[in-house]
């Protein structure tokens, strides 16, 4: 009989504990002050993407691929381009897998990809490539890198936290309490795509002409940018 009174009090101690605990829990859990935060900011594409074909040139005295492929490689370097990082070839099973039949002569041709990292230099080789008279040339991909993107929303994160605890503490303030510590936090990953850029917005650049000032027009690169944004959903505590 005392056995099963001790047991009674024990399990009765033991669920009152408990709704306390619930209690106490569901106190703290109602004071708090929910904020969402937002901040983004446009960048631009630091990866841009060139394909472009040389070809050996038909004839007696013309050049060979090899002799194409140094005159590229020469002009590219003059432009303060890395060659030997950024340009590669597209098809590497064989440099004559791909071959024009004219009368008797067989030529050789390699497609190349060029990764440059601005407008800028962009336009460059664009213009370099249509003096050494390149026709086979195409804007092929932009896109954001992977350090950069990452860089930009540690930023943004930073910006848009801060951001929200100014927030809470003005809310805070305004009703006469102090705001504490920072219990619960949801982040919203971005989602960033850029397409692939229209090869007709660069086909002017390639043509020729005979006025100056309309071909250094045609080179100029407009690159859209794309607007990063970071979205966080914080709840401060109220002391």
Do not use: H, W
């Not at 950024?86 to 030529?107: A, G, H, P, V, W």
């Not at 848009?160 to 102090?178: P, Q």
């Not at 407009?222 to 109220?238: A, G």
């Amino acid at each position: 009989m005392r056995k099963t009174y001790y047991a009674a009090i024990v399990m009765l101690l033991t669920i009152c504990t408990f709704n306390n605990a619930v209690a106490q829990n569901n106190n703290y859990s109602e004071n708090y002050i929910q904020i969402s935060s937002k901040a983004d900011r446009e960048i631009t594409p630091d990866e841009i993407y060139i394909q472009f074909q040389i070809k050996e040139e038909a004839g007696k005295g013309k050049a060979t691929l090899a002799e194409r492929e140094k005159e590229v490689v020469k002009a590219l370097t003059g432009i303060k381009i890395d060659v030997k990082n950024d340009l590669t070839i597209s098809d590497m099973e064989s440099d004559l897998k791909k071959m024009f039949l004219r009368k008797d002569n067989i030529l050789a041709s390699k497609n190349y990809r060029l990764k440059v990292s601005t407008a800028d230099k962009a336009a460059a080789a664009l213009k370099v490539l249509n003096d050494l008279k390149i026709p086979d040339v195409s804007l092929e991909e932009m896109r954001i890198s992977k350090g950069l993107r990452e860089q930009v929303i540690k930023e943004l994160m930073t910006e848009a936290g801060n951001k929200a605890k100014a927030n809470a503490t003005i809310l805070a303030e305004s009703v006469g309490s102090e705001l504490g510590k920072c219990i619960y936090i949801n982040f919203y990953e971005p989602n960033v795509n850029v397409g692939y850029a229209p090869r007709v917005m660069y086909s002017k650049a390639l043509m020729a002409t005979d006025n100056a000032a309309i071909e250094e027009e045609s080179y100029g690169l407009d690159v859209r940018k794309t607007t990063l944004s970071v979205n966080l959903t914080c709840r401060f505590e109220i002391k």
